[in-house]
């Protein structure tokens, strides 16, 4: 990330806090849940009787760490192999194209995302952990669908 990045992203955090937040649910669950930026999908998600039902649910607000977590996730919770993503996308960092970018090129040789359009899909992780990734895990895509129950009724799973 250049110096302009990292400043904003640091004034962000004063201005604007968010907490990352995600909620456990049944570890014996094959299916996570994505509700991007949207809190009160989360909230809906994480106070209902759905939690029982699925591994974990939690917000993806940038298309680094937020990507590098959901992948370390996925990586030591094998069972996990389905990803409900739904909720609004992230203004200005296109975390859930990013992930799905991801999830279908990969990498290139400096660790960005391949045909990502956000400003920063630099990752951390390790290339084995994303062929992990890409080869063992399904993203269902629900981007900017933000009505509980019509995530319920679309994804199928419930």
């Known amino acids: 990330m250049n110096a302009i990045g990292e400043a904003i992203g640091e ?18 669950s094959s299916i996570a849940i994505c509700t991007l930026s949207s809190i009160d999908l989360l909230k809906n998600f994480a106070n209902s009787e759905i939690l029982n039902q699925i591994s974990i649910v939690g917000r993806l607000l940038s298309e680094n760490k937020g990507i590098d977590s959901i992948i370390k996730y996925v990586n030591k919770n094998p069972k996990v192999d ?5 909720g609004k996308e992230v203004w200005g960092h296109k975390s ?12 290139d040789q400096n660790n960005r995302i391949i045909d990502s359009t956000s400003p920063d899909p630099f990752l951390t992780v390790s290339k084995s952990e994303i062929k992990y990734f890409q080869d063992n895990v399904n993203l269902v895509d629900l981007i900017n669908v933000t009505e509980f129950e019509l995530i319920l009724k679309k994804s199928r799973f419930f």
């Open 11 to 28: 004034l962000c955090k004063v201005i604007l806090p968010i907490n990352e937040e995600f909620y456990l649910g049944n570890s014996d």
């Open 82 to 86: 389905t990803i409900i993503i739904c």
């Open 96 to 107: 859930g194209h990013s992930l799905f970018q991801l999830h279908k090129n990969g990498t």
